[in-house]
């Protein structure tokens, strides 16, 4: 039987547990001598790089609708720290620090949030969809990631994701998404809402002459046990744009995740072989 941790045995100790592991993470970066963006221009840079969008509200989680809506008021004020953030060269940019303090006059409000393992509801839930959104677009340019963590379970379809495992869970004190900018270039992150959707888009101030296509080339389902798992492999071509050449084309990585919801019965789940 898998080991329980402490604040799980003992739940009231978890909002002193996360008191401590903010209070170290952000230390952490204060001494790693990484510059973090934190410049912040309304005017957009002049060029496009990259843009994507999502779905605001997602009826199939089996929760309340007003959790989704506390998650667009939590999108919406986050939002306020991230529109305009520009990442100049040298520079770092973490989710967190961007983040930081964007609920001091204004509280987040309970949204869906995995806590031990459990689909619960915690101020500031549903900021994944900002750290998922983000992501793609930080692919689709020459920013390094140097951080990033896929959801290791997932309790509903998600209808904003068209590209598996293309994810980034982000937990302040705990799991941050990072990317640093080596480029001669600076990069600014704007962010958008209409009635249904979030917009990112990521803007840069000199002509990129490269553009980057993402594609699932494997995903497969697995029953292990009781449990049903998603195995995906994201590769990652970069082209030039004038020539329509092929530069590079990269296996950025595989990724595992736990399906917790009923899959459609034409998907294939392979049986774990026994040994």
Known sequence: MKRKRVTEQFPWLLPLRKRQRVFCFYTKMALDR???????????????????????????TGFDMKYQYNKVFNLKLAAR????????????????????????ETPYREGLNLVN????????????????????????????????????????????????GCDATVS??????????????????????????????????????????????????????SRIYQRAELYRTARYKDKNVCDREEKLYENWCEIAYPLPDDVEVKEEEET
């Open 81 to 104: 720290k991230l529109d305009g953030l520009v990442i100049n060269p040298g520079e770092t940019f973490s989710f967190w620090k961007a983040l930081r303090h964007a609920d001091r």
């Open 172 to 225: 302040e004190g705990w799991i941050d998404l990072k990317v640093e900018n080596r480029e001669a270039a600076a990069f600014q992150i704007k962010i958008a809402f209409d009635e249904e959707r979030i917009y990112g888009v990521l803007r840069t101030d000199s002509w990129q002459g490269v553009e980057y296509q993402l594609e699932n080339r494997a995903v497969t389902y697995e029953k292990k046990g």
């Open 34 to 60: 990484k510059r973090y963006a934190k410049s912040v221009d309304k005017r957009p840079l002049p060029f496009v790089l990259f843009s994507s969008s999502s779905p605001l509200y997602n009826k199939d």
């Open 117 to 164: 393992g459990v689909l619960t509801t915690t101020p500031g839930g549903g900021l994944c969809q900002m750290s998922n959104l983000l992501f793609a677009l930080f692919l689709h340019s020459p920013l390094r990631i140097i951080e990033r963590t896929g959801h290791r379970r997932k309790e509903f379809p998600d209808p904003g994701t068209s590209l598996a």
